[in-house]
């Protein structure tokens, strides 16, 4: 399947301080991408969709000041929390779409730890 | 919108025996569903998945069955193994181009 592939794998930061998060089509160009959010042993909670070029579409109740995406090229999506605190502390997980010959297949990325002290 | 149910949310077997995890959707215009499996501390990989113009597609040990009529589809893992431990995530789409709406999750435990 696909690669995709996240930066950093596990990042600690002190509240108030922002984070980027980098997810990357390795072997694939990815006009969509998609953010996720992962509380423990919780199901996976989109948070936005990212085209390549345009601004993001937010989900319902995902502060779109507090979580910046921009989806520059078709390799490189990016998440940046700002202003932290330790309530943002989860697994973010990227995603991309991959189109195949009858629709699209998504692959995930192997997630961002996140820990706000 | 769609609403994905995922049963049961937790399953222990035997090493060898089979694994059945069944889903239900909501919205009879959803027509992908992917299976992912997703490790302690790891990103969802996935593993299966079918398209509504098939009943039944199958990888080894593997396979996912679809009925439309009753809107569910169903994972089933043959002769597990300890690697099969993990959790499971179903998940349903409309058209290309739409978002994944997944259930709650299986975690599934294989006993040596």
């Known amino acids: 399947g696909a690669v995709v592939s996240q930066h950093p794998s596990r990042v600690i930061c002190k509240s108030g301080t922002s984070v980027k998060i980098e997810c990357r089509s390795l072997?694939?160009?990815?006009?969509?991408m998609f953010w996720y959010r992962q509380f423990p042993k919780q199901s996976l909670m989109l948070m936005a969709t990212s085209n390549e070029g345009s601004k993001a579409t937010y989900e319902q109740g995902v502060e779109k000041d507090k979580f910046l995406i921009n989806h520059a090229s078709l390799t490189l999506s990016t998440l940046t929390v700002t202003s932290a605190h330790p309530e943002d502390s989860s697994f973010y997980i990227c995603?991309?779409?991959?189109?195949?010959?009858?629709?699209?297949?998504?692959?995930f990325g192997p997630g961002t730890r996140l820990t706000v002290l | 919108g769609e609403n994905v149910e995922q049963h049961p949310s937790t399953l222990s077997v035997q090493e060898g025996d089979s694994a059945v995890i069944k889903c239900t959707y909501s919205d009879s215009a959803s027509n992908y569903f992917p299976w992912y499996k997703q490790e302690l501390g790891k990103g969802p990989q996935l593993i299966i998945d079918i398209r509504s113009n098939v009943g039944e597609k199958k990888d080894q040990r593997i396979a996912v069955t679809l009925n439309k009529t009753a809107k569910h589809f169903s994972l089933h893992i043959t002769e597990t193994q300890p690697e099969d431990s993990a959790v499971y995530f179903c998940?349903?789409?409309?058209?290309?181009?739409?978002?994944?709406?997944f259930g709650g999750g299986t975690r599934v435990l294989v006993k040596p």
């Open positions: 995603s991309a779409r991959v189109p195949t010959g009858v629709g699209d297949t998504q692959y």
């Open positions: 072997d694939f160009q990815a006009t969509t």
């Open positions: 998940a349903a789409r409309k058209a290309a181009g739409n978002k994944l709406t």
